[in-house]
Structure formats: C-alpha cells, structure tokens
C-alpha cells in the first residue's frame, strides 16, 4: 500500500508513530512521551490512545511486541513498535508537514531559518 | 491508595462498559492499566474530567467504527457473490412483495385504524344476541339503548352513535340532487373521536338534544373540495340532504373519512335530525328501542380496559332486559376493539383475507426457502473462511454479528425490490370493481404502513433463515475446517438440508396451485351453471325519493307512475319494482320468527337476507317460484301480510314440510303474522361464490320504503333505454334523486365475473410465484450437486458409464425429488380443498383434477430445470475432473 494513501495523519496517530520511533513502548509510555514532547499540550487519553492504536494495528503501522523478555515490567502491559511500513508512513507525514511549513515560511507566516 | 483513588479505579473499569465487547476485549486490561497510571501520578480531579470527556468522545466513535465495518463487510461479500444476492433478494422480493399487496389489500378492508386521535383507545359496543349474516343491524345498538349505555357507564370517556345513510344531496337548488352517503351522528362524536375541523367547528352539545331543531352539517373535506371549490367561506352556505336545507357549520379534516373503511360520507349531520331527514322511519331510530341500527364507539375512560367496559355494559344491558323486557330481554352487548368488531362484522371479507393470507404466507415461505437453502450451501464454503477469521483473532460473536448485518442489508434489498412488485400488485387491487354511483371505496394504497410491513417481513424472513446458519457459523470445528484443503468440501449435511428444503417447496408450491387450479374450476363451474337469475335484458335505476316531499302514499303513487310510464318505453316488456337486486349491496336483513320454532337461549329472531319487491318481480327477474303464487297487486296493506320465502329457508326451517301457509312473525317476536304464499328458487344473492342461503321476500305494497330500484326487462339490449329512462325520470319526477342506472349485465359482469376472476388471478399469480420459486430452488440444488459430485461423477464415467445414463441419474435425482414433495402436496391440498370448498360453491372437496394436472405441470417444471444441470453433468470430462484434486 501505498503511504500516501493515509495522509495526512490524525495528529494523535503521528504522535504515537513519533513515540515510537525510538523503540518498542507501552501505552503509558508513549502516553508520557506525547506529553513531553508538547510540553502537555497533547493529551492521550486511554480512549483516545488505544482507539488509535487498534486502528494503526488494523493499518499495519504498528505491531505488538510478542516475544518480550523485560520481566520487570508488568506481565500484562503490552508493547508497540513500528512496523517498516509505519516508518514509511510516518516518514511521509513528516515530508508532507516539512512541504507544508516551507510554505508556510515562503508566505511568511514563520520566521525563515538561519 | 486514597479511598477517593481506589473508587476511581473501579468506576473506570466500569465505564469501560459503553465501548463496544471486542474493543473492550482486546483494549480494556490496557486501558485499566494506563488509568491506574495516570491516578498513581496525576491530580485526582483534572483526570476524572479528562478521562469521562474521553470516554464520552471514543466510544461512540469505536461502535460506529465498528458497524461501518460491519456493513463494508457485509457489501463486500454481496458484491463478491453475485449470484448468490440477485437469487436470494429476488426470490425474498417476490415472497415480501406478494404479502405486502395482500397487506394493502387487508389493510383496506380490514385492518387499517380509524382514522382519529389515539385510535387504539376507541372501542366498538355492539348487540349480540341476534347473528346476522350482514351485521347489518345484528350488530348495532338502538337510540335508546345507546342513551342509557351512555348515561349509566363509567368506563368512557365518552360514547358516540351513529348512521350512515344514502342521501339525496345538493349543493344549490337549480342542479338535480345526486345521491350519496351522510352520516347521521350524536352531537359529541367529533369531539369523542378527537376530530378537529379544520374549518369551523364540530357540534355543539345542544344540537343533538330537540329532534328537527338544528339543521346544521359538518361537511367531508372531499366535499368542500368538490362542491364547494375548497372555498374559505363556506361556513354558513347551505348543503341540501334529502330536501332539507343545513348550514354548513365545519369542514373535517381530509384525513378523516368516516368510521368505515369503505363508505366515505359526504357530510355529517345531528342525529336529532333524523325525523326531519328520514320521516318516520327518522322518528323511530330515535324513540324505538328496537331499532337498532345505529353503530356506537367508545373511547374508553383512562385506564379502563376493554373488558372491564365490557363487563359494565354487561350489567346496564341486564338491567335494561329487566326495565324492558319486550325488546331487551336476553340482549346481550359486547365490548370489542375496532378490528376484532371488524372481524366479526365481516365475516365474507375475513374469510377471503385470511385464505390470500394463507397463501401468500406459503409463497413467502418457499422464497426463504430458497435463501435458505443458499444459506446452507455457502455456509458450508464458508466454514474455512470462518476457521481462518477465527485463527486470527476474531471473536465469534463478531462473526455471528456481521453475518446477521449481511442478513440486514440482504432484508432491505428485498423489502424495497418487494416494495416495487407490492406497488404493481396495489395496482392491481385497484381496479377492484365496485359499480356504484355512492362514494364506496376499497382505498387499496402503498402507504408508510404497507412499507414497514414489507421492512418487517423482509427482516423476519432474512433473520429466521439467516440466523441458523449465522450461528452454526460461529461454532465450527477449527482444525477440520483449515484440514479440508480448499474445494470446498460440503457437509452431507448441507445437501440433505438443501433436500428437504426443496421437497417443501414443491409440495407448498403444488398446494397453491392446486388451490388456484381449484378455484378456477370452482368459479368457472358456478359462472357457467345459471347464477339462478336474469342477467341480460335488465336495465336497473334507483330512486330516492325524500320523505320531506313525499308520504309513503305519495311515494307509491310516483312508483306507479313511473313504472306506468316505464312499461310505454319501446322494447320494455315488463317492469317491476324492488329495494335491491342480486349481487347488490343494499340487500337488507329480514328478522323475523317462524311459527312453531323453539329458539335457543339467547335467540329472538331468525336474520337472514331479504328484498322488498313488486308482484313481477320474479318474471323479471327470472327468479322461478318453485310453488305458490307470486305477489299479486290484492297484496295492500288492508290484505293479511304475506311473505316468499327461497327453497334453503324453506328446507332450513320446515324441513320436509310444505312450508306453504305456514306463518312468520316479522320484525320482532311479536311483530305481525305473515302467511308464506309461494316458495322460490334459491340462487346467488351477495356473491357468485356464497354457499346457499335462506331468504325471505316481502310485498313492496306492504312496506313502507322509499328508496326503490325500477327493473325494466327488454327486448334486446337494455342499455339504450338508460336515456329514454331518464328523460321519463325527469318528466314524471324532477326532484328525485335517480342513481345507479346500469344494466344487469354490467352489474354482473363487475360483480358477478370481475371479483372471481380477480381473486382466481390472484392466487393464480401466487401460485406461478411459488412455482417459478420452487423451481429456481430445485435448480439450485441440482446445479450445485452437480458441482460437488463432479469427481464422482467423472469416476463413474472412467470406468464406463455412458453420457446418457449420467443424463439419467440427475434427471432421476432431481425429478424423484420433485416426486416426493408432490405427494407431500397433494396430502396438503387435500385438506386447502376442504376449506375452499366450504368458502366457495362450485369448489368441490378433494377434487382431484386440479392437483392431478398441476402435478403434471410441476413434473415437467422439474424435469426442466433438472436438465441443465442434467446436461452439465453428462458433459463432464473424467480425465479433468480426475485431474483436478
């Protein structure tokens, strides 16, 4: 399938795909990192969260983490990570804000970097 | 933990509850997990709104999310299986769409609510002691009665009377007045019925108190379109009813039409002027208490139900036998809704219903048949897609609820195909003939209620033959399933299933034929026997003469007149006088007491049919007297009361007696003798299809009606005497309303012909459906048999069986199987047979002729959709067919 096809992303399926970038997470953890990241501007709420997650599941953007050996962790706390397609998809979406932003500078409605 | 935390925590878990099973399943532990996070490090109360908003935004999106998907699935796999949806919406369409044209048919004459407010809260009260084949009057309830019912009962809200009658009506004085229906109503029935004009306003309660005093009218909506143009002013303009001038006081709503779903007044009336409009037939519906004529309504008192109304009127009606016993004693009363009033009112009509629903019931049936002997069929190529479904993680319950969505959408697509036969068969109905000038309809219509019939029974259908396979579905063997490689492999079970399935539908399809082949010959044997009367060189033309202009004696004086003035027209050979005719439905009911008769408890009175008619009567009407004299013009009033009675009522209440100068007393039990002087044939009053019924005829000049029929025999065509008649009307009585001027002929070729042969190709029409039906199964079966016996058939052929002994064994196949449903059916026609027989004359009981052919037929119709498949079969390559595994 073609990544283009899904563009643009819901803000909070980007999000998560960002969360996610850096390795496998929980909910809660790509929940914490989302709100880092925007200074708790975004919130995830688990409705919100996991009802993005089924769907990213369905789309095969993400995948759960079957074989985990972090015994530390709660047994019951299940773990994401992008599949190469979400990696593509996310890619796309990071282009298509990048166009976008460029635009929005050539209008200048950004101060122009550097 | 906080206490406060803790609760939380749970409360969560339980809101969890409003998203939908499977996401709860796959997400809910998650969910729980991250709110216990979040309650470990974030502030109790901002969580709290944060999550409620959440939950209240996602889980509606998560279940419409889900139903989308449901029906994306449910259209994708209709559009993958092309076949399977144009046969199973067809054969659904056809069996939704004969029962909704029945529906509309039922529903005009039987079943459709009055047209008021909360119509459901209104009943009908009704007399019960005398059964009356019209329920013309047995049903009804006197003035009187009514009065002390009203004003003694505490189970009504309030209680209405009223009348309706065929009125010469007129809108100016110059136009001729034409006849139609009024109703003659108490002063409170629009205002019980919740029925607001939409002009003006209804009566006042005044107006129904002083006989005579108030000539006012509320007038039809259709009446204020037709003759008054809709004009805004109409208030206060006149309307003339049998000569006597009423102010027009209000105009009622459209929707409103009367209290019958047949007859549609004209305008509405007080009662109390029924002296004024009736004469003296008008003073003794308001002071008799034995004139009961008038039909009364109900709205019950809140909280009351309908037997409890019942059980009080009970004791009023006791209490009156006791006050009154010359007229009341032993009448009952009953408390009935409208439709079980309805049912017993018209048992005619009831019957036939019930005999289309029947039928159509069946056709219904052998169409779900067939979807669900697809069903079955697919079920079985479905196991393996459901094994892998349910390999990967979806939940049976999901799986049961998208093969019911399918269910859904293949409902729908059959209820609005079914829609679109139901429409041509509304169509159809309409052309119902009625042949008359009044304003009777049978208003057959495709309306909001006929839709969610065919919506309903679409649904029905698709649920009851979708949900059996949909949960065998849900519980198939995992491993077998993925082991049995992918042909496709049916379940002996699925073929037997489909077997019988066909077997009933060609049984069901073979009683409906021989149903329809029954009353084919039924009506063809009645209509080619004499129907017992005249019914070519008749012209018929009714009058109504008011009582306001003429006096009985007047009125008698204006009949010889015309019948005088009639006899000098060219070709008339000889004319008579009588208040109806057969086939007609102004046939009135005769009560009266045969001398000698011990009446049942309860009993006062034999009802049966009757005409008042002239002494040529029955050389007109060629109606032969069997013994006896005919009435002669000695028969006055000053002359003893003499009466003719037919050879049923002889043979029913003197049987094996002369029943000649034997006595009645008529109208009530101690009303006056009548002699019977002559004894006539019996023959066909109501209908061409009745059973043989009793009658009794009375001497015109020894009644005191008004409203006649002239019946002029001719010589030849009677049709162009109609204008000669009329100028003859018009010269001897200019004021008189002349209606319905029509020949025999017509009358019978509408009433007589056309309503057998409607209703013949009624159920002929049900009967090819059901055919054409069974047939698309039987062909279904074969070809998928064929199908999945390709490699046995292909060993067979390897080692020797000839192309035509293929050819053999399928044809034998799907023949013996037609075979066994026909001697299914002709056990079930056996016993329709008995039914028609007892609803139609000229069926016979367990006539074998038409089962016979129609098996014949249903035979040849199996052998020809065995043959392709037949043919397929014999074509079959055992080298490729060996090939293939």
Known sequence: MDPDQLLPLPPPVFHILLALCDGERHGYAVMRDVAERTAGRVRMSPGTLYGSIKRMLEQGLVEEVRSRQAAADDERRRYYRLTRFGRRVAEAEASRLDDVLRQARAHGLLPSRG | MGFFRAAAERAY????????????????EEMSLLFRDRNRDERLLPLVVDVLVDTLKTAPKEHLAMWSQDLRYALRSIRHNPGFTAIAAASLAIGVGANAAI???????????????????????????????????????????????????????????????????????????????????????FDVLGVNPVLGRSFRPSEGETPGRDPVAV???????????????????????????????????????????????????????????LGAEGSRLLENRDDRSLTVKGRLAAGVTVDQAGTELKTVARALAQEHPATNRDRDVAVRTELQARLANDPVDTALIGMLTALVALVLFIACANVA?????????????????????????????????????????????????????????????????????????????????????????????????????????????????????????????????????VALSLVLLAASAAMTRGFQRTLSANPGFRTQGLLLASFAPTPQRFSIEQARVLYRRLRDEALRLPSVQNVT???????????????????GMDLRQGQELQTTLGNVVGPEYFEVAGVPLMSGRPFAETDTEETPRVAIVNEEAARRY?????????????????????????????????????????????????????????????????????????????????????????????LYLS?????????????ATMGLLGLGLAVVGLYGLMAYTVSCRTREIGIRMAIGAGRPAVLGMILRQGVGLALIGIGLGAVGSAAVSR??????????????VPVVLMAIALVAAAALATIAPASRAARIDPLQALRQE
């Open chain 2, 13 to 28: 878990r339980r809101l969890l509850a409003l998203y939908p099973a499977e996401f709860r399943a796959d997400f809910g």
């Open chain 2, 103 to 189: 529906f509309s048919l039922a529903d005009a004459l039987l079943l459709r609510p009055l047209p008021i407010s909360s119509p459901q809260d209104v009943v009908s009260v009704g007399a019960l002691s005398v059964r009356s084949p019209l329920a013309l009057d047995g049903a009804n309830v006197s003035y009187p009665d009514y009065l002390d019912f009203r004003d003694r009962s505490r189970s009504f809200a309030g209680l209405v009377a009223g009348q309706t009658r065929a009125l010469a009506m007129g809108t100016d004085r110059s136009s001729p007045p034409r006849l139609t229906l009024a109703m003659l109503v108490t002063a409170n029935f």
């Open chain 2, 219 to 277: 007038i039809a909506y259709s009446t204020w379109q037709s003759a008054f143009d809709g004009d805004p002013s109409v208030l206060g303009r006149t309307v003339r009813l049998n000569g006597v001038d009423l102010t027009v006081v209000g105009v009622t709503p459209r929707r409103f039409t009367g209290l019958n779903l047949m007859e549609r007044p004209a305008a509405f009336v007080p009662l109390a002027m029924a002296p004024a409009l």
């Open chain 2, 373 to 505: 002997s697809l069903l079955l069929s697919r079920s079985a190529t479905r196991v393996r897609e459901v094994a892998v479904r349910l390999a990967i993680g979806a939940s049976r319950s999901r799986l049961v609820r998208q093969f019911l969505t399918e269910s859904l959408v293949l409902a729908l697509l059959a209820g609005m195909l079914g829609l679109v036969l139901a429409y041509v068969g509304v169509n159809f109905f309409r052309t119902l003939p009625l042949s008359t000038d009044l304003p009777v309809v049978i208003d057959v219509r495709l309306d909001e209620r006929v839709l969610l019939y065919s919506l309903g029974a679409g649904l029905l259908s698709v649920l009851g033959f979708g949900l059996v396979p949909a949960l065998r579905a849900g519980r198939p063997d995992l491993v077998s399933s993925l082991k049995a490689g992918s042909a496709g492999v049916a379940a002996p079970g699925g073929t037997r299933g489909r077997q019988g399935l066909v077997v009933v539908q």
């Open chain 2, 577 to 595: 006088l009588s208040r109806a005719f057969p086939l007609s439905v102004q046939l009135h009911e005769v009560r009266f007491l045969p001398e």
């Open chain 2, 654 to 746: 003197w049987p094996g007696e002369d029943p000649l100068g034997k006595r009645l007393r008529l109208g009530s039990a101690d009303g006056a003798w009548a002699e019977i002087v002559g004894v006539a044939r019996t023959h066909k009053y109501l209908w061409i299809g009745e059973a043989p019924s009793p009658f009794v005829y009375l001497p015109f000049r020894q009644s005191d009606l008004q409203a006649m029929t002239l019946m002029l025999l001719a010589d030849g065509d009677p049709a162009p005497l109609a204008e000669a008649l009329r100028e003859t009307a018009t010269r001897v009585a200019p004021d008189v309303a002349m209606f319905d001027v029509r020949t025999m002929e017509d």
């Open chain 2, 751 to 763: 009433r007589g012909v056309g309503i057998p042969r409607m209703l013949v190709q009624t159920v």
């Open chain 2, 835 to 848: 039914g028609l027989a007892s609803m139609i004359s000229g069926v016979r009981a367990g006539d074998p």
